[in-house]
Each structure stands twice: as C-alpha cells, then as structure tokens.
C-alpha cells in the first residue's frame, strides 16, 4: 500500500501550488484522508482533512481560507489534492498525505495509519 505525493517546489510568497496524492495498492474510498506537514525543526502538524464522501472538510487555523483540500474517489484508487493559494514562507515545509482508519477524521495523527513519503514545499519572500 502507498500513497504517493507530488506537486511541491518552490513559489514565491503570495503564489499557488497544488500537490496532489495518489494511492496504489489498494482504495481508500471508505477512508478520511488528510495533509499534514512538516517544518525544519518543528514536529508535524495537521493542515486538512476530508471525509470520505468529500462532503465534509476541517482546516488548521493558520491555512483556512487559503487551502482546499479536495478528493477523487474512483473506482480503483483515490486522489487526494490540496490547492494552496496566498502562501506565505511560513508554509515552508515536507508536506505529507494520510488516510485514516476511520471514515471521518480531523486533527489526530493518530487516526492515521497510512502515509505517503512527502514533498516539499519552499515559499520564498
């Protein structure tokens, strides 16, 4: 089972990006799935969550407003995505996709067993 994430790099402060996840091995189309992301020197903290219709979503503080997360339930696979807009250097970081074991999730990393390798996103001012 992996969960591949791609879509980082580097933008200019008040750019977008979209990175997106894709699973393989098996579906997670009963399954919340979520980003995290991780800083230099910080631990990793919760961004966004979505349950897994899609109809549900829950957003950290600091990127509410400004990120969408958003998910593709197809027959075989899942694809998750997450639209940053407005970024700012503070969002630097490893920015990880997750599904959960539960069909609804927010915040609690330990809701989530499954985790892709990450991909970096570099904001500069």
């Known amino acids: 089972v992996q969960l591949q994430a791609s879509g980082g790099g580097l933008v200019q402060a008040g750019g977008s990006l979209r990175l997106s996840c894709a699973a393989s091995?098996?579906?997670?189309?009963?399954?919340?799935m979520g980003w995290f992301r991780q800083a230099p020197g910080k631990e990793r903290e919760f961004v966004a969550a979505?349950?897994?219709?899609?109809?549900?979503?829950?957003?950290a503080d600091s990127v509410k407003g400004r990120f969408t997360i958003s998910r593709d339930n197809a027959k075989n696979t899942v694809n998750l995505y997450l639209q940053m807009n407005s970024l700012k250097p503070e969002d630097t970081a490893v920015y990880y996709c997750?599904?959960?074991?539960?069909?609804?999730?927010?915040?609690?990393?330990?809701?989530?067993?499954?985790w892709g390798q990450g991909t970096l996103v570099t904001v500069s001012s």
């Open positions: 091995g098996r579906t997670f189309s009963n399954n919340a």
């Open positions: 997750a599904a959960s074991r539960r069909s609804y999730s927010g915040s609690y990393q330990y809701d989530y067993n499954s």
């Open positions: 979505i349950n897994w219709r899609g109809e549900s979503t829950y957003y």
